[in-house]
């Protein structure tokens, strides 16, 4: 088992203390953090950045050695409370956070080693959806995409596009709407699709290259509620995590739109998942372990390997 990093909620949130380190199928170390919900490495440099998903809101970053945080690289106050997701973009000179409760997204900008300044931007969504969950704008997700930032909003039904200028301040270039009360959350791209996983409504949404709407399918074939969280992918399969379920859907990309193949049963709330080669990473939230399986390279199908104990796992790099 390769190293792998996973955040996580503490204090009133969850059970964790900070970012698990794990080697060799056991937690090898903690780095103290207050509800690192989201972490990512910047494109180039050793260094980790989390947020604070606290109601103050707050981003963090540590130098790595040996794949691990091993030194303070500087912190800063979002704007806004509750950040979900951060991005470092594509120059790796600005670091893009969204704040999820509070509707808005900030810019910090980064130093040559990648240290936190200040904070250059803070962008407000005054927007409403369909839904009792979207009476405000929720950004769940910030991507570095074509030189810009994506940022999807899940209380807006919207994809909002914004250019990133050279002294970090956002200049919005367009907007995309998603089908009324979708509650988007999380985009991945996989070949000429970009694929987007609506939490209240249940679904995979599906859009070209140019953004256009190819269409849905559903995230799970299991009954009753769900709201898929992440998705990861190859060249060739599509995978899903359904909160409510409790499954991963296999989906093969052979079509216009993602063919169901399977789902294959994870622990309590997977509220994200990764790819590394041929291994998913599943962090399952409320039954506090990260689940290791193996993937068939022919049919794309899941096999489980092993689970570690993790308190409140919400997101796992590996």
């Not at 792998?4 to 009133?12: C, I, R």
């Not at 074939?221 to 909160?243: C, F, I, M």
């Amino acid at each position: 088992m390769a190293k792998l990093l996973v955040g996580g909620y503490s204090g009133d949130k969850g059970a964790g203390t900070g970012i698990s380190v794990l080697d060799d199928d056991q937690v090898v170390a903690t780095i103290p953090a207050d509800s690192p919900s989201w972490i990512a490495r910047h494109p180039r440099l050793p260094v980790l950045y989390a947020v604070a998903e606290t109601d103050s809101g707050g981003v963090q970053a540590w130098l790595l050695a040996d794949g691990q945080p091993a030194g303070d690289a500087g912190s800063g106050e979002t704007g806004g409370a509750e950040p979900a997701h951060l991005t470092v973009d594509q120059s790796g000179r600005f670091l893009v956070t969204a704040n999820y409760s509070g509707g808005s997204i900030s810019v910090h900008e980064l130093d040559a080693d990648g240290r936190i300044g200040r904070r250059t931007a803070l962008v407000q969504h005054d927007v409403h959806g369909h839904q009792p969950r979207q009476a405000a704008a929720h950004p769940h997700m910030v991507s570095a995409i074509d030189g810009g930032i994506a940022v999807i909003d899940l209380g807006a039904d919207a994809i909002y596009h914004y250019d990133l200028s050279d002294d970090g301040l956002l200049t919005l270039a367009e907007v995309i709407t998603t089908p009324a009360g979708s509650g988007p959350r999380h985009i991945r791209r996989a070949g000429d699709r970009y694929y987007v996983t609506a939490e209240l409504s249940g679904e995979v949404l599906v859009y070209d290259a140019e953004f256009k709407f190819a269409g849905a399918v559903r995230a799970s074939h299991a009954d009753g509620p769900n709201q898929p969280s992440e998705l990861a992918a190859t060249d060739h399969y599509l995978y899903v995590a359904n909160r409510g379920p409790n499954t991963i859907t296999v989906f093969a990309l052979d079509q216009d739109l993602p063919r169901y193949v399977t789902e294959v049963q994870a622990g309590d709330w997977p509220r994200h998942i990764a790819l590394d080669g041929d291994l998913l990473y599943v962090a399952n939230e409320r039954s506090h372990e990260v689940m290791t399986f193996r993937t068939n390279p022919q049919t794309g199908i899941p096999a489980l390997e092993r689970t570690v104990r993790v308190p409140s796992p919400t997101v796992v790099l590996p």
